[in-house]
């Protein structure tokens, strides 16, 4: 607040200076008196200063609700015909003052004219450099995104390949063929389906939670061959309407397995549900004394970024001592793109 005001202090000081030094070439203090020069400068300092900090305000204003990089026309227009309206009515409501108030006409003056001829061709070109300025931070942001996603993908992918889950996966397989074929091949299928699902999601920026919670519970069923009634996983969600971030309820699972100890004393028990417009991953804690090498926290960190390029919602994690608890903020379903 005290940068905001004094910034704008500075911009009134030298809006001041330049209104009196414009003056100068219409009014000339030596060719005609002080006072009409001091009279003519405040009036055209006042003009700038009504002119610039309003004009910016109100772009500022219709910014915030209309997008430059997903409504630009209707943003360039609107922010046009409120520059016009908010600048003729600034000019000759300080005209109507003058006039008035000091018994000083100006409407004829060049100097009321020449300011606004001035005005909307300054605000043309802010226009124009505003669209441009939030189009490449758009392209920005998208890039970083792009670039977000990727990463989980492959760290999700690596997650998989690594030797530690095929192992697991080919030692359960394993036991399962001698014990239950008809579970050993449903075993195969869902495992063909995780590392598929990875695959075809790689280039989307959000996918359906549908989509996710179904990816999810083929994801556990090879977590729960391996756990038995050690992993106990609740999910109650209602699937239809948004959509979320590609593996982030797989990332979290995963997350919840590899730093807790599961064992028939101490079973993990995690709740995946809905509340409001969130979707909530929570776990019951208990630690495991020597964590894998790969458990350094990156998983969440880009869970987090990645959300704070889809979402103006944040994602929310909380840790009670006996509880570990993450908030998704759910996304309003779009039509996923490519490269984004």
Same mark, same amino acid.
């Given at each position: 607040?005290?940068?905001?005001?004094?910034?704008? *202090?500075?911009?009134?000081? *030298?809006?001041?200076?330049?209104?009196?030094?414009?003056?100068?070439?219409?009014?000339p203090p030596w060719e005609r008196p002080l006072v009409i020069f001091f009279r003519v400068g405040s009036f055209t300092a006042f003009l700038w200063i009504l002119l610039w900090l309003g004009n910016s305000y109100t772009s500022h204003l219709v910014s915030n609700r209309i997008s430059w990089t997903e409504q630009p026309v209707l943003r360039f227009m609107v922010g046009m015909v409120v520059m016009i309206v908010y600048t003729l009515a600034a000019v000759f409501s300080l005209v109507l003052f003058y006039d008035f108030a000091l018994n000083?006409?100006?409407?004829?003056?060049?100097?009321?004219?020449?300011?606004?001829?001035?005005?909307?061709?300054?605000?043309?070109?802010?226009?124009?450099?505003?669209?441009?300025?939030n189009w490449k931070a758009a392209e920005l942001n998208s890039a970083q995104l792009q670039k977000e996603s990727i990463k989980a993908q492959?760290?999700?992918?690596?997650?998989q390949v690594n030797p530690h889950f095929l192992f697991n996966s080919l030692n359960a397989l394993t036991n399962l063929?001698?014990?239950?074929?008809? +579970?050993?091949?449903?075993?195969?299928?869902?495992?063909?389906?995780?590392?598929?699902?990875?695959?075809?999601?790689?280039?989307?920026?959000v996918v359906a939670l549908a989509d996710e919670v179904k990816?999810?519970?083929?994801?556990?069923?090879?977590?729960?061959?391996?756990?038995?009634? +050690?992993?106990?996983?609740?999910?109650d969600i209602d699937p239809s309407g948004a959509d979320v971030a590609p593996l982030v309820l797989q990332m979290l699972v995963e997350n919840a397995i590899k730093h807790n100890v599961i064992s028939n004393d101490q079973p993990l028990?995690?709740?995946?549900?809905?509340?409001?417009?969130?979707?909530?991953?929570?776990?019951?804690i208990q630690k495991k004394n020597?964590?894998?090498?790969?458990?350094?926290?990156?998983?969440?960190?880009?869970?987090?970024?990645?959300?704070?390029?889809?979402?103006?919602d944040n994602v929310e994690v909380g840790n009670t001592g006996q509880r570990f608890k993450v908030s998704l903020p759910l996304i309003q379903h779009r039509t996923p793109k490519t490269e984004h």
């Open positions: 607040m005290k940068k905001f005001c004094l910034e704008n *202090w500075k911009t009134i000081v *030298w809006l001041t200076l330049a209104g009196f030094a414009t003056t100068m070439f219409w009014v000083v006409r100006f409407m004829d003056a060049d100097l009321v004219w020449s300011p606004l001829i001035i005005t909307f061709i300054i605000s043309l070109f802010m226009h124009g450099r505003g669209f441009l300025r492959y760290d999700s992918l690596k997650n063929i001698y014990e239950d074929q008809d +579970k050993a091949a449903r075993f195969v299928k869902q495992l063909s389906e995780v590392y598929r699902y990875v695959l075809d999601t790689q280039n989307r920026e990816f999810l519970k083929s994801y556990l069923f090879l977590q729960q061959i391996r756990f038995g009634d +050690k992993l106990k996983v609740d999910i028990t995690i709740r995946i549900y809905k509340e409001g417009e969130k979707i909530i991953v929570e776990n019951n020597v964590l894998p090498e790969d458990s350094r926290g990156i998983g969440l960190e880009n869970i987090r970024r990645r959300y704070s390029f889809l979402s103006s």
